[in-house]
Nanobody, 123 residues
Framework: QVQLVESGGGSVQAGGSLRLSCAVSKYSYRQNFIGWFRQAPGKEREGVAGSYVWGGNRYYTDSVKGRFTISDDNGKKTVYLQMNSLKPEDSAMYYC????????????????WGQGTQVTVSS
């Protein structure tokens, strides 16, 4: 099974930047789309960005477009989420997840999930 481990979360002030990493183990070409999601307390899990790995098409949701960038490194089998111009509303637990294709941002479309990494943005 595909295994995903997130890292890179932390606390920053508004306007700052963080880079999250999603290490992919036991990679399967049948699960070749990696998405980033986030969930704040009391809110639904929402999609952030996603990419066909390795080096394929990238997708972003409107709330982060222009501020976040998804990328990957095939040699390291790692997917990155560069987050710039962070806002307090970006505060959430961030998860990466794997799917066989990009079919939208419904969490139930994704087959494998990491444990999450916390991002806190203060004003």
């Amino acid at each position: 099974q595909v295994q995903l481990v997130e890292s890179g979360g932390g606390s920053v002030q508004a306007g700052g930047s963080l880079r999250l990493s999603c290490a992919v183990s036991k990679y399967s070409y049948r699960q070749n789309f990696i998405g980033w999601f986030r969930q704040a307390p009391g809110k639904e899990r929402e999609g952030v960005a996603g990419s066909y790995v390795w080096g394929g098409n990238r997708y972003y949701t409107d709330s982060v477009k222009g501020r976040f960038t998804i990328s990957d490194d095939n040699g390291k089998k790692t997917v990155y989420l560069q987050m710039n111009s962070l806002k307090p509303e970006d505060s959430a637990m961030y998860y990466c997840a794997a799917a066989s294709r990009f079919a939208g941002w419904r969490p139930d479309e994704y087959n494998y999930w990491g444990q999450g990494t916390q991002v806190t943005v203060s004003s």
